[in-house]
């Protein structure tokens, strides 16, 4: 889930003002990696009934769980104040940022969610009239949009915005790019949480365990 996150949907993080969503991506990654490491250790200490080996392993266990569960935490939390945020963000990088030489990614970002959700803008496809990009004297007075709010994309069919030639969608890609990011983070959340009950499972075996080998050496 966090690779996923991370790789397929990088593009669409850089909307964004706020790290929460990466950084629950980039924790659930770091406790997946941690999980399959540990786990040859409490196999081993198991077998063998090592009880200084299953004491780190469950010190190991219980901050792995915590991970976990503050992914899931931070991503349920986010979820409710992401709205006002991808609406200035969005809108910023649009009129500012879209297609100057120094944010050749952010641009890239932008032509590939218009593309991917079908849409124009960030709250309808008039938003790129205040654009630097189409404002330069390069473009001015020829293109209204981006190449890449065209239905067909090809070069400079952003000259025309009729309804035939550009997505108009109701909202613009905000509305979208929204939903898109909520049911993301609510994934991410209930990956997090669920995952981390099985741990806390786990964590409770493990210490009974260590606790019986304790119980046993005193007898």
């Given at each position: 889930m966090?690779?996923?996150?991370?790789?397929?949907?990088?593009?669409?993080i850089s909307?964004?003002?706020?790290?929460?969503?990466?950084?629950?991506?980039?924790?659930?990654?770091f406790a997946g990696a941690v999980v399959m490491i540990t786990g040859f250790l409490g196999c081993c200490s198991l077998i063998r009934e090592h009880?200084?080996?299953?004491?780190i392993y469950l010190a190991i266990l219980i901050s792995v769980y915590t991970a976990e569960l503050a992914a899931g935490v931070l991503s349920y939390m986010y979820y409710e104040t992401i709205s006002e945020e991808l609406k200035e963000s969005l809108n910023e990088t649009i009129v500012h940022n879209y297609g100057q030489p120094e944010?050749?990614?952010?641009?890239?970002?932008?032509?590939?969610?218009?593309?991917?959700?079908?849409c124009c803008g960030s709250t309808s496809y008039e938003d790129w009239s205040y654009s630097l990009y189409i404002s330069t004297a390069e473009y001015s007075g020829h293109r209204k949009v981006p190449d890449s709010c065209c239905k067909t994309m090809t070069t400079t069919c952003g000259e025309r915005d009729h309804p035939s030639n550009i997505y108009k969608t109701?909202?613009?890609?905000?509305?979208?790019?929204?939903?898109?990011?909520?049911?993301?983070?609510?994934?991410?959340?209930?990956?997090?949480?669920g995952i981390a009950c099985f741990q806390l499972a786990g964590v409770m075996l493990s210490a009974c365990f260590l606790h019986i080998l304790y119980k046993e050496e005193k007898e």
């Open positions: 966090g690779l996923w996150t991370l790789l397929e949907k990088s593009s669409y909307f964004l003002a706020n790290s929460t969503l990466s950084v629950s991506a980039y924790i659930l990654l009880k200084t080996c299953l004491s944010m050749k990614d952010v641009t890239y970002a932008v032509d590939h969610l218009q593309q991917d959700f079908r109701e909202g613009g890609c905000i509305t979208i790019l929204e939903k898109f990011i909520q049911e993301h983070l609510l994934l991410i959340g209930a990956v997090s949480i």
